[in-house]
C-alpha cells in the first residue's frame, strides 16, 4: 500500500516563503518523478499570522501542526514587528511549535560540501568531506530550570551592585535518557558512533548525564559505540579534528554553544538544515519541525537572492527522519553537491573569484534539473 505523507508547510516572514518555494518544487518533483505521496497544506506562522490573527500562531494552525506528520518551516519576524509585546512576537509561534509539540531532540548537521571547503574558517584539508551531527537536548536544563532570576542579594554587604542573578541547570534521567536513545538511533543509521558531552569534572547534572546515556548503551544500543567527553575538551577537538565525530549528543546550553561553532565549520548560514524531533507517534513517526538555522533576513527578503538549499536540505532531513526515505534525502543532497560542485552559487556563497550569482529561483531550477539528471 502507498504511504501518505501529510506535511504542514509554514512559510513563515522575510525569505521564508522565498525559499519554501523552491522546497515546494522539489516536494512536486518527487511526487511526480518517484510517486512519493505527500499531502502538503500550508499556513501562517509568526508575523504573517500576526497580520491575520494578531497572535503568531493560531490556536487552529497549531493542531494542524499536532497532526501533521511533520512540519516544515520557513523563518519567522522581522523589524515590522520589533515593536510587538513580547508576547505576540514572531518568536513565540517558533516556541510555542517547539513546546506544545514537545521537541525534545534538536539535531543540526555539520557538512562541509566539498566545493565550499574554502568558506569554512578552518582549512580546507580539516573540513573536506566533514559530516558530523550534533543532537541538543531542548526542552530542559540550564534554559527552563527553576529557580531562577534576578534578586536583590540583601545579607551580603560585600556585594558591590547588591543584586544576585539565578539559572538552574537540572536534569531528570528520563530527559536524559530520551534524548540519548534519540542520538543511537540516529547514530545507528549513519556511522554508528556516538561521543555524548557534558561536564562531569564540575557539575552533578554532568555526572548523572554521563551515567544515563552510559545506562541506555548498555541496556539497550550496545551495538553502537560510544565515548564521554568534557564538553570544553569537545569544544576544542571541533576544531582542532571534527572528523573524529559521527553523532554528538549533548545537553540544551553546550549544545547551543557547540552546534553554532560546528555550523560555521561548513561556510555560509544559508546551508544549515536543521530538525527538531519528539516522541514517536502511533503511526511509527516522531513528532517533527523541520527548518532552515537562518532567519528571516529581512536585508534581502523580496529581492531572490535568498538561498534556498537550507531549507531543501531541512527538507531531505524530513525524507530520511520522518518518512524513511533514505534513498530520496540521499539523491536530494547529491543533487545539490552537483550544482555546487557545477560553481552554481547564490550571492551569499560568492567568494572573492566573484562570478554571476542566481537567484533563488534559479538555484532551485538547477537542484531540479540534477534530481532528472540524476534520476
Ligand atoms: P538572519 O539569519 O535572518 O540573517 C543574518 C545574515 O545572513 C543576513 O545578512 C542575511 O541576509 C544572511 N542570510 C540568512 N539566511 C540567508 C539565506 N538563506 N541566503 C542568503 N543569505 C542569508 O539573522 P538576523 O538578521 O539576526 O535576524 C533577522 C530576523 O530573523 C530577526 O527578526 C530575527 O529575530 C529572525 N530570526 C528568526 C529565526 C527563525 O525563524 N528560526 C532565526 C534567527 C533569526
Not at 153 to 174: A, H, K, M
Request: proline share 5%.
Amino acid at each position: 500500500m502507498t504511504q501518505t505523507y501529510n506535511l504542514l508547510i509554514l512559510p513563515g516572514d522575510g525569505i521564508g516563503p522565498e525559499v519554501m518555494g523552491q522546497v515546494v518544487r522539489v516536494i512536486d518533483w518527487f511526487r511526480d518523478n518517484r510517486g512519493l505521496d505527500f499531502r502538503v497544506e500550508q499556513d501562517l506562522v509568526g508575523g504573517a499570522a500576526y497580520d491575520a490573527h494578531g497572535k503568531p500562531l493560531s490556536d487552529e494552525t497549531m493542531a494542524r501542526a499536532q497532526a501533521a506528520d511533520a512540519v516544515l518551516l520557513g523563518a519567522v519576524g522581522g523589524p515590522k514587528y520589533d515593536v510587538l509585546d513580547f508576547s505576540v512576537k514572531p518568536e513565540r509561534g517558533l516556541l510555542r511549535l517547539r513546546k506544545e509539540m514537545d521537541l525534545f531532540a534538536n539535531l543540526r548537521p555539520a557538512q562541509c560540501f566539498d566545493a565550499l571547503a574554502d568558506f569554512s574558517s578552518l582549512k580546507p584539508e580539516i573540513v573536506a568531506g566533514l559530516d558530523i551531527l550534533i543532537v541538543r537536548e531542548l526542552t530542559s536544563g540550564v534554559y527552563f530550570g527553576e529557580p531562577r532570576g534576578i534578586h536583590a542579594d540583601d545579607n551580603n554587604p560585600e556585594n558591590e551592585g547588591g543584586r544576585v542573578g539565578i539559572n538552574t541547570q537540572r536534569y531528570t534521567s528520563g530527559e536524559i535518557r530520551r534524548v540519548a536513545r534519540s542520538a543511537f538511533e540516529l547514530a545507528r543509521r549513519r556511522g554508528n558512533k556516538v561521543c555524548s558531552m557534558e561536564k562531569a569534572n564540575v557539575m552533578e547534572s554532568g555526572i548523572l548525564w554521563r551515567e544515563e546515556v552510559q545506562w541506555v548503551h548498555d541496556n539497550e544500543y550496545p551495538d553502537v559505540e560510544l565515548s564521554h567527553m568534557y564538553a570544553d575538551n569537545g569544544a576544542m577537538q571541533l576544531v582542532r579534528n571534527p572528523r573524529q565525530f559521527d553523532v554528538i549528543v549533548t545537553d540544551n546550553l553546550f549544545g547551543d554553544i557547540l552546534s553554532d561553532a560546528a555550523a560555521m565549520l561548513t561556510g555560509s548560514l544559508g546551508m544549515l538544515p536543521s530538525a527538531s524531533l519528539g516522541a514517536v507517534m502511533a503511526n511509527g513517526r516522531p513528532k517533527a519541525l523541520y527548518e532552515p538555522v537562518h532567519g528571516s533576513a529581512p536585508d534581502i527578503a523580496g529581492q531572490g537572492k535568498a538561498n534556498p538549499i537550507a531549507c531543501i536540505l531541512s527538507f531531505a532531513m524530513a525524507l530520511r527522519y520522518s518518512f524513511d526515505q533514505g534513498q530520496a534525502a540521499d539523491d536530494l543532497e547529491a543533487a545539490v553537491q552537483r550544482v555546487l560542485a557545477k560553481g552554481v552559487r547564490t550571492a551569499d556563497l560568492m567568494g572573492p573569484e566573484g562570478g554571476t550569482p542566481v537567484s533563488t529561483a534559479g538555484m532551485g531550477d538547477e537542484i531540479l534539473a540534477e534530481l532528472s539528471a540524476g534520476a
